[in-house]
């Protein structure tokens, strides 16, 4: 993402204070991003320009790959610009590496056409080809799927958690088919 012309700083996280936030936090929510003078962290980063603020993500959507920030919105436009990709239906996230002490980049990308497993192997070398060239990252696991592989919330959002959880899942059972066959 580019910065803008006055860009001014980049924010890391916001926080506010106003009696009807901090009243509906108290009464509804944890007060662990409370402070005891009555801010509250809201989790966002974004940045100022030219006295206008402009609130861009969630800091826990930041993807953190050996040092390097992630930001999930930069990957969606960079794989959504691929016309083998059904538009708008990508996620990426990260998997915690506890021996490497990072994460690691998965992205999740359905098929524009009918899914065709070796057409999809092609589709995946080409993302990772361009989030290599364009970002200086390989992810560590790309997945082409059929159409509405993807979770959705009820109303309609792509839910990265409920995709992540299942993509795990899976993950986790084709590494244990994949040990137990190889002894």
């Known amino acids: 993402m580019q910065a803008p012309k ?38 966002d980063y974004g940045f100022i320009d030219d006295g206008d603020l402009y609130v861009i993500g969630r800091m826990k959507d930041i993807i953190i790959v050996s040092g390097q920030n992630v930001f999930r919105e930069d990957l969606e436009t960079l794989v959504n610009s691929l016309e083998c990709v059904y538009p708008g239906r990508f996620v990426a996230f990260g998997i915690e590496e506890p021996a490497q002490g990072t994460e690691s980049l998965a992205v999740i990308a359905e098929m524009w056409s009918d899914f065709e497993s070796g057409r999809a192997k092609d589709i995946e070398r080409e993302i990772r080809r361009l989030v290599w ?51």
């Open 6 to 43: 006055n860009f001014k700083a980049m924010a890391k996280l916001f926080v506010v204070r106003a009696f009807s936030v901090v009243t509906g936090i108290k009464n509804c929510f944890s007060t662990q991003a409370m402070t005891t003078d009555g801010w509250y962290a809201t989790g």
């Open 133 to 183: 060239s364009v970002l200086g990252i390989i992810p560590r696991n790309v997945k082409v799927v059929s159409q509405r592989w993807i979770v959705k919330s009820s109303a309609g959002k792509i839910s990265r958690r409920e995709t992540r959880q299942w993509f795990l899942q899976e993950l986790t059972q084709s590494n244990f088919t994949m040990q137990t066959t190889r002894h």
